[in-house]
């Protein structure tokens, strides 16, 4: 999975979210969604292996921030259970592969 697929799994489990946690956590977990794609792009932007390993660990930390998001959600009955962990399966997926890529950056410095 990638980091859009993501995004785009946050921006429509969230979509039926209440509308008193437009700004709370309905804008929190979208902001991390989006933000592992956009932190990466600007590494790979910058050019250099050190920047794309910085922005790229940025962006793990927005995945790792996204299941607290999501299992707060879910326990206050705003998410469906199964719907969560398929963005949770998918999350685990995306932190595989940007591990795997911060390794290969590494060897390249």
Do not use: C
Request: aromatic share 6%.
């Amino acid at each position: 999975m990638q980091g859009l697929e993501v995004a785009g799994q946050v921006y429509r489990l969230s979509a039926g979210w209440p509308r008193e946690e437009t700004y709370g956590l309905t804008s929190q977990a979208r902001r991390a969604a989006v933000s592992i794609s956009a932190n990466i792009a600007e590494g790979v932007g910058r050019g250099s292996p050190k920047e794309i390993i910085r922005f790229t660990r940025i962006a793990l930390g927005s995945v790792y921030e996204l299941p607290t998001l999501l299992h707060l959600g879910t326990q206050l009955g705003m998410s469906d259970t199964k719907e969560t962990q398929s963005v949770l399966l998918g999350l685990e997926r995306l932190l595989k592969r940007l591990n795997r890529f911060i390794q290969y950056q590494e060897t390249r410095l």
